[in-house]
C-alpha cells in the first residue's frame, strides 16, 4: 500500500497523467505562484490551513497551467475520499417527482463544499459493511428512512458518519432534517375545514408494506391525520393503494363504497393521483364539486397531471436536500454549524381541486336568493 501511494505522490509531482502524458506539476504550480511545493500540496488536498491570500495565488497558477489534481493521491494523502454516499432503495420504492430534486440539490451543495455524491441504490435491509469497511466514502446520507431503520444500526456500529433526511421512531441521538408532517398535515385538514367539510379521508400509498414496513413518512402522516379528526370530533377514514394510476383508478370505487358521506381527500400518493381523478370522473363523481382532494408531500409538477390541476403542500425537497449534506459536512469537518435536528413545513399552493362541499355551495346560493329578494 505504501509502495501504491508513493507512485501516485510522485506521478503527481513528476506530471504524468492518466495515460503516462505530460501535464503541469505542482513544482511548475508552485514556481508560479511563488510558494513551496508543500503550500500547493496542502493547497490541494486541504491537509493543512493556508491563508486565503496564498491559496488564491496558487489556485490562480493551477488555472493558468491546466494543473488537474490527482484524485487518488488526493485521498492516500488526507486519508479522506471526499465522496459521500446517498442511500435510496430504489428498488424497494419507485423515484417519486420529488425524488430528483433532493438528488439534485444534495449533489449541488455536496459539490460546493468539495465532495462528489453518488447514489447508492441498496436495499434498507442490505448489509452496508462494502460500503462502510472500504474506505470508499466518508460519510452516509440515508433517504427513505422507517421508523426502525436497520441501516442506523449498522451506521453506527462501523462509526461510519451519517445524517438523516426523515427520522426514525427516536431520533433524539441523530442529525437529521424532515418534512413537518404533524403541522403540514394540521394546515391540510384546516384548508378543508375551512371550507365547511367535516367529512375528510386520507388515501397513502402501499409503500409501508414488506422490506419497508414502518416507513417513517406514512407513519408520520397517518398519526397526524387521526390526531386531528380526533381533536376536532371528527371521524377519520383511511386508505391505501399502491403507488401507480392504475391502483388510483382502482381506488375510486373504492373510496364510495367505504366512506359514502366522503367530502374531502387528503392524498398523499402522488403517483396514483391522476388515476384517481380519471376513476372519480368515470363514476360521475366531479372534482372539487363532490370530492375536494389536497395531495401532501408532492410537488407542482405533478399536481399538474391531473384535470383539474391538485391543490398541493409541496414538499420542501430542494431545502431538505441541501440541509441533510450540511448536516453530513459538518460532521466531517468539524464544524457543526447548522441545526442538528430540523423539521420543515410544506408549502401550501392552491390549484383547482379544493372547494366547499357541494350541500354548503347549495345552502350559500339559496341565502344569496333570499338576501336579494329581500332587498
Request: aromatic share 4%.
Amino acid at each position: 500500500m505504501q509502495d501504491f501511494e508513493s507512485s501516485v505522490l510522485e506521478d503527481e509531482r513528476a506530471g504524468f497523467g492518466s495515460e503516462g502524458s505530460i501535464v503541469a506539476t505542482m513544482q511548475d504550480v508552485a514556481r508560479l505562484a511563488n510558494v513551496s511545493i508543500a503550500t500547493v500540496s496542502f493547497t490541494v488536498n486541504n491537509s493543512k490551513p493556508v491563508s486565503p491570500a496564498t491559496r488564491a495565488r496558487v489556485e490562480a497558477a493551477m488555472q493558468e497551467l491546466g494543473f488537474r489534481r490527482n484524485a487518488v493521491g488526493r485521498a492516500l494523502a488526507s486519508k479522506r475520499t471526499h465522496i459521500l454516499a446517498l442511500l435510496y432503495p430504489a428498488l424497494q420504492h419507485r423515484f417519486r417527482g420529488t425524488v430528483v430534486d433532493f438528488f439534485t440539490s444534495a449533489a449541488s451543495t455536496a459539490s460546493e463544499h468539495g465532495y462528489n455524491l453518488v447514489l447508492w441504490p441498496a436495499g434498507n435491509d442490505a448489509e452496508l459493511d462494502e460500503l462502510t469497511s472500504t474506505g470508499l466514502v466518508d460519510g452516509v446520507l440515508l433517504m427513505e428512512v422507517q421508523v426502525d431503520d436497520p441501516r442506523v444500526d449498522q451506521l453506527q456500529k462501523s462509526n461510519t458518519p451519517f445524517a438523516l433526511i426523515g427520522r426514525t421512531a427516536d431520533p433524539s441521538a441523530l442529525d437529521y432534517v424532515d418534512i413537518d408532517f404533524e403541522n403540514t398535515v394540521a394546515q391540510a385538514v384546516d384548508h378543508f375545514v375551512g371550507l365547511g367539510h367535516t367529512s375528510i379521508g386520507l388515501l397513502d400509498g402501499g409503500v409501508g408494506r414488506g422490506a419497508l414496513r414502518g416507513y417513517g413518512p406514512v407513519v408520520r402522516i397517518r398519526q397526524a391525520y387521526q390526531d386531528e379528526m380526533t381533536k376536532r370530533g371528527l371521524t377519520s377514514f383511511m386508505a391505501t393503494c399502491d403507488e401507480n394510476p392504475a391502483a388510483g383508478r382502482a381506488a375510486a370505487p373504492a373510496l364510495l363504497e367505504g366512506a359514502p358521506d366522503l367530502t374531502a381527500l387528503l392524498l398523499m400518493n402522488e403517483h396514483a393521483g391522476p388515476g384517481l381523478v380519471t376513476g372519480l370522473h368515470r363514476l360521475g363523481i366531479s372534482v372539487p364539486e363532490d370530492l375536494s382532494i389536497l395531495s401532501l408531500a408532492s410537488s407542482r409538477e405533478m399536481a399538474a397531471m391531473t384535470e383539474p390541476e391538485l391543490t398541493v403542500m409541496s414538499a420542501p425537497s430542494v431545502e431538505l436536500g441541501r440541509r441533510g449534506v450540511e448536516l453530513l459536512i459538518g460532521q466531517l469537518d468539524g464544524t457543526d454549524d447548522h441545526e442538528r435536528q430540523s423539521l420543515v413545513m410544506c408549502a401550501f399552493e392552491p390549484g383547482k381541486s379544493t372547494a366547499a362541499p357541494r350541500a354548503i355551495t347549495a345552502e350559500r346560493g339559496r341565502s344569496a336568493v333570499r338576501t336579494n329578494e329581500a332587498r
